[in-house]
Each structure stands twice: as structure tokens, then as C-alpha cells.
């Protein structure tokens, strides 16, 4: 059942109704086992849909057109669910010494782009360090991350040192340094 219905919603090969029932007549002449009917695989992509939702939203448009949009926060959660997608997924900027092959690797994601629309946390050891939030560093000092990047496939992170006093703990909002990752301790 699953296996005719990816091949008749195959976006790049479109088919009538009657060449889904030809392809299923067929099948079933051949000889095959558990050829679906054309009403079971619509009753099958219906109930698909009722399970997991319908990404694809219908907008019209002033003009009168019509047009079909899936949500890219639906789709981008799907991927972090799915263990095989999620781990092919690059998630910070890359810092390469000016060779580009990939998106994440050039400047307008490393440098350009705002803080607030990159990855707002990374995990070391099964703990969460987020952007804007106090961090303790393995050598006892305090620092506050504000990008997460990568650098020869180790995470580093830029942000500010924060210098201990009796009342707060302030920092140089002008100075930002680099850290890599493992300084921070998880515990």
C-alpha cells in the first residue's frame, strides 16, 4: 500500500485516475499479492493525512489565484524529529579561512547575519548552554555566549567575558572574544 501510494504521489510523474486503475489492473493480472484498490489507497492517503496532518495550507491570492504553501516551521520540526534527517542537518555557521563549498560556510551567515536568527543553544556532555545566558568555563571564570560556529568541526563560540564582583558580574559589551566549546563545564 505505501509503496503505490509514494509512486502515485511522486511529484515529478503525475497520474490520471485511469492510469492508476490501468497500473493497478495490471498488478493484479500479473499476478502480484495485496494489490490495493484504487478506493483503499485514497481511504489509505486520507487516513495518512488524518494521522499526521496535511502540511499544505490553500491561499488565494487578491488576484484570484490559487496557490498551495506548506509551513516551514512544520516541516523543519519534522526534520528534527526524523534520527536519520536530524543528524545530516548543519546547524551552526562554519568558519573555513575563506573557502566557501557550502551556505553555512559563508560570511553572510558568520558574520553578517544577526545573532538572533542563529542557533540559540549547543549541548556539551548532555547540558544546554544558550545564547545571552551565563555560562561557567572549566578555568573558573564566567562568560556569556552569543553565536555558536564551528572551526575544523570542533563548536566554538563568540560572546563576552564576565569579570566577578560582589554586587554583579559585568562585562565589556564592546569586546567580544572567541572561546572554543569545551571550556564551558557541564555540570
Known sequence: MMRTDILFS???IRFSCSQKEAILAWGNNMGARD???????????????????????????????VFYMNSILEALARDYA??????KMHLYPEFTGGHVCEVWQASKWLVDASDAVLTPMARINGKDFYVNELAFCSDSSWFIPTRFFEVGGELWVK?????DSAVTLP???????LLTFIVFRAG
Do not use: I, M
Open 82 to 87: 526524523h534520527p536519520d534527517t536530524w543528524r
Open 159 to 163: 560572546g563576552h567575558h564576565a569579570t
Open 10 to 12: 511522486s511529484p515529478t
Open 35 to 65: 494489490v490495493p484498490t484504487l478506493y483503499g489507497l485514497d481511504k489509505f492517503q486520507a487516513d495518512a493525512l488524518e494521522c499526521v496532518g496535511d502540511p499544505t495550507e490553500k491561499v488565494r491570492a487578491a488576484s484570484g489565484n
Open 171 to 177: 562585562f565589556n559589551s564592546h569586546c567580544r572574544q
